[in-house]
């Protein structure tokens, strides 16, 4: 593809999305949200998977899932769903 037809994609997609500017942010933003949360599902996810395969040893953890752990030995084992 040439560079000038190249550009003419790029003024045509600009003129049809020239007239929602509001909708792109927002899909933009919601994007992004989803994204981190995905990150952080997974952040979540893989220490439980973690602490099924090691027979909750602690000692080996580090990082992210130290501090999530951590952060959930203050709650009472019984009011854990995992």
């Known amino acids: 593809m ?5 550009q003419q994609v790029w003024q045509h997609l600009f003129h049809l999305m020239k007239p929602y500017p509001l909708g792109i942010a927002i899909i933009i933003v919601l994007g992004m949200g989803a994204s ?15 602490s099924l395969t090691h ?23 019984l009011s854990k769903s995992f």
């Open 36 to 50: 981190l949360a995905e990150g952080f599902g997974l952040s979540l996810f893989l220490p439980f998977l973690e």
């Open 55 to 77: 027979s909750g040893s602690t000692a080996t953890m580090s990082g992210f899932p130290a501090q999530l752990n951590q952060l959930f030995q203050t709650f009472p084992s």
């Open 2 to 6: 040439s560079r000038v037809r190249k």
